[in-house]
């Protein structure tokens, strides 16, 4: 059975959504950021990047956002989540995917794990990444809405695995100082995607 | 026919690679960086993002490495360079293609492009920011050296779209800051890479 090692409020809600959506038989294993468990022996041995989200799958561990919805897409045909048959579609697919990873939530990273790409000890330096945060995540959300979504959904008519990652990474407009009212297809996007069964279950299972 | 708009010194050089590799036919255009062609409204139309690479195809625009090689090995599948007929094999495949993408392609961007992350005025979070690199660079590769990288190729035995990519990125370590003999096989594979007809032809093709 697959097992989804998750933590609230982060990206692994996205994968999450997609598990409920598809109706696969899965268990959830909560990480737990506020005791660094992800830094632990045992969750390095599942995951040695210490990061959450990762997939326990029958024939070994997952890890990182598009890869592991386009494998929970690919196991679940039937769905249709990422036009794999058609070798265009599914590049449009994953190069949105790659964007929301590589730029959209970079940028958000830059306000709580600055440490990253600083010392830890410069709070100057840490404080200049907070402050860009809005213009730069803002931007990303702009590209978004003008160039990017096609609605209804991301990729048009066909609901896809990039919903439920916009979904997620849009959660965090507010707190990255950016208003959502900038952006009337993502907000919208953002109200229909929370009326979703899956993803009412998915946010009430990872906030019990 | 594809077109690959490219410029040196860029992860561009990804793609180009598994273009020759396939033996597809395809088109180079090179994005002047020196005049800041990838931000003129002609490149914006083709690529809003206003970066390389950008992939034409007969049926739009595509963009984002990781998204780009695997439409080219599903578009030439007989080469198998992303194993997509097994789901797994695929899943690890993107996921080591996203980590390149989204963490070390990240860490590097901070020695050259940390406006995107910091007021450009800001010197000295500019500063703060390079003098991390070689650590967040160096930890990357550690990463890769220790768990990710399995020999004599990326994925195994099976040469993928794996390779090229972290080649592409390899090449920039000693910029980085980064000394290559901590990483053996890192660099072993390195150099057997650059040995490979495809590779001498794209980096001849771009530097010409």
Redesign the interface.
Known sequence: MLKLYYAPHTCSLATHIVLEEVGAAYALERVDFSTDEQRSPRFLAIN??GRVPALG?E??V???????L??VA??FPAARLALLDD??A???V??FN??L??SL???HA?RMRGH????PA?T??IA??Q??VPE?VGAGFE?IE??MFRGPWVMGERYTICDPYLFTLAQWMEKDGVDPGRFPRVADHRRRMSERPGVKKAIAAELA
């Open positions: 040695p990047k799958t024939h070994g997952l890890t990182e956002t598009p890869a592991m386009a494998f690919q196991s070798p265009f599914f590049a449009e994953q190069a790659s964007y990873c590589s939530h970079v940028a830059h990253r790409w600083v010392d410069d100057a330096a200049a990444m402050r860009k730069s590209l003008r160039d």
